[in-house]
T-cell receptor, first 115, second 115 residues
Framework: DAGVTQSPTHLIKTRGQQVTLRCSPKSGHDTVSWYQQALGQGPQFIFQYYEEEERQRGNFPDRFSGHQFPNYSSELNVNALLLGDSALYLC??????????????FGPGTRLTVL | AQTVTQSQPEMSVQEAETVTLSCTYDTSESNYYLFWYKQPPSRQMILVIRQEAYKQQNATENRFSVNFQKAAKSFSLKISDSQLGDTAMYFCAFMKHVRGNDMRFGAGTRLTVKP
């Protein structure tokens, strides 16, 4: 059973560029959450997708957007990159309708560096 | 808003000994979940242990146990018989008792197990 997968593993961009990160949830999971983890800090919630719609959003600007596909995979897009967007981006999947609805399974993350 | 505080940025312990990591949180919710996640250098967030706030009994998972003090809003993690593989960042996290909710993380504690 494949867990949560993310691509790419590492990414280097320059200020002002746009980036797309991808996530495939654990088999059987229908909800995807994205987190930003700056160096030396805990993850910060960006947003959550369920049934192809953004269900919840954290305190992040509109430059951060996302999408969920019918197969439950998800993308995180960041426009007009800033140096401060450099971080590890974590994807987590869950199955809120199931018995373990409170458990989120995390992917290995994408390390984004903005120069 | 819910906040999670981990007051110990770094800790170390000798192999085979016991160590306790501290976590406090602030919430007005009466029902919620608390988690400890481990993040080794590989970056993968791994669930260590979970506690449901309505359960008075402290959760245990093999060498890992928690001391959950609801009134004090405290949730500490005890690792017994520490192993070299326990070396990692440990994050305390809070989630409201709502299906599909997001997690709030503390800043983390870096634990080093010394041989």
């Amino acid at each position: 059973d494949a867990g949560v997968t993310q691509s790419p593993t590492h990414l280097i961009k320059t200020r002002g560029q746009q980036v797309t990160l991808r996530c495939s949830p654990k088999s059987g999971h229908d909800t995807v959450s994205w987190y930003q983890q700056a160096l030396g800090q805990g993850p910060q919630f960006i947003f959550q997708y369920y049934e192809e719609e953004e269900r919840q959003r954290g305190n992040f600007p509109d430059r951060f957007s996302g999408h969920q596909f019918p197969n439950y995979s998800s993308e995180l897009n960041v426009n007009a990159l800033l140096l401060g967007d450099s971080a590890l981006y974590l994807c987590a999947s869950s199955f809120p309708s199931g018995p373990s609805y409170n458990e989120q399974f995390f992917g290995p993350g994408t390390r984004l560096t903005v120069l | 808003a819910q906040t999670v505080t981990q007051s110990q940025p770094e800790m170390s312990v000798q192999e085979a000994e016991t160590v306790t990591l501290s976590c406090t949180y602030d919430t007005s919710e009466s029902n919620y979940y608390l988690f400890w996640y481990k993040q080794p250098p590989s970056r993968q967030m791994i669930l260590v242990i979970r506690q449901e706030a309505y359960k008075q009994q402290n959760a245990t998972e093999n060498r890992f146990s928690v001391n959950f003090q609801k009134a004090a809003k405290s949730f500490s993690l005890k690792i017994s018989d520490s192993q070299l593989g326990d070396t990692a960042m440990y994050f305390c996290a809070f989630m409201k008792h709502v299906r599909g909710n997001d997690m709030r993380f503390g800043a983390g504690t870096r634990l080093t197990v010394k041989p």
